[in-house]
């Protein structure tokens, strides 16, 4: 098993450009998030969701949009990307059955 | 909502040395309390964690406690190695799954040969 897998590891993008990185999961748990890294800031949620179809905001979610057709796939999308979204991105997922979260390896992403 | 307050931001210890890095949490009805180790160009993994029902768990050279009165919890490392040198993170939920955990700002600890 793969785990969480996350494409792609590392990404330049212009002020403006859209992208979307990938996360996708083997495990089959219900519940999938993204969380962006910043210097001192921790782990910042800006998505989640809690099944297929179903999608919620999360403390930063400005400037992200998400979608959840399938239990494997949680695609985060940029649609104007700002310096301000230079981060590093880590998706996750877990199971209510024990609360542990899963992380993905992540998307070093930078806004020139 | 909750607040996760973690401290310090950064450790530095020699090798063999104890480590301890303290939380504390505001939601009373929090009961799972995850930590997690960050290595360098990784993403955070579980190394151990400890529900409201119990003080103290150990794993080895790891253990952490918990006081639910005063709302904080902390992790224990003795006889630090180079390889535990890594960004720590504690997290707080409530139970169920559909709560979303939230997680302290971490500690880099650094452990000098």
């Known amino acids: 098993n793969a785990g969480v897998t996350q494409t792609p590891k590392f990404q330049v993008l212009k002020t403006g450009q859209s992208m979307t990185l990938q996360c996708a999961q083997d495990?089959?748990?219900?519940?999938m998030s993204w969380y962006r890294q910043d210097p001192g800031m921790g782990l910042r949620l800006i998505h989640y969701s809690v099944g297929a179809g179903i999608t919620d905001q999360g403390e930063v979610p400005n400037g992200y949009n998400v979608s959840r057709s399938t239990t494997e796939d949680f695609p985060l999308r940029l649609l104007s990307a700002a310096p301000s979204q230079t981060s590093v991105y880590f998706c996750?997922?877990?199971?209510?059955?024990?609360?542990?979260?899963?992380f993905g390896p992540g998307t070093r992403l930078t806004v020139l | 909502g909750e607040n996760v307050e973690q401290h310090p931001s950064t450790l530095s210890v020699q090798e063999g040395d104890s480590a301890v890095i303290k939380c504390t949490y505001s939601d009373s009805a929090s009961n799972y309390f995850p930590w997690y180790k960050q290595e360098l160009g990784k993403g955070p993994q579980l190394i151990i964690d400890i529900r409201s029902n119990v003080g103290e768990k150990k794993d080895q050279r790891i253990a952490v406690t918990l006081n639910k009165t005063a709302k904080h919890f902390s992790l224990h490392i003795t006889e630090t190695q180079p390889e535990d040198s890594a960004v720590y993170f504690c997290a707080a939920s409530r139970p169920g799954g559909s709560y979303i955990p939230t997680f302290g700002r971490g500690t880099s600890l650094i452990v000098h040969p």
């Open positions: 996750a997922t877990w199971t209510g059955f024990t609360d542990t979260q899963y």
């Open positions: 495990m089959n748990h219900e519940y």
